[in-house]
């Protein structure tokens, strides 16, 4: 797969994200799309460490230990939901608006 295929790949999985992230209002949807977005970037970002630095590997580390990171992040998000859910039976991002603190 060459380049372009590669940064293809990328717009199309950022522009996805970026409609989901503002078309949505449940928070498990606006999540996902935020998601989407920030893959779209590790994508393009080891796409070009592949293809301008082929010789060393730091670059797919790097996205790889950011790949690690986003899974871990997504998960604490995701318990914050539910817990959200769970405590005010609040699904949607204009209900938990009012959460401050």
Known sequence: MSAQGFLLLAAALFATG?????SQQ??????????????????????????FAPARADGQVLVLVAITVMALEMAMGFAVTIAVFRARDVDMTEGAGELGG
Not at 18 to 22: Q, S, W
Not at 26 to 45: K, R, T
Request: net charge negative.
């Open 18 to 22: 970026l409609y989901g992230a503002l």
């Open 26 to 51: 449940s928070i498990v949807m606006l999540m996902m799309g935020l998601e989407l977005m920030i893959n779209g970037v590790l994508v393009a970002a080891g796409a070009s460490w592949y293809y």
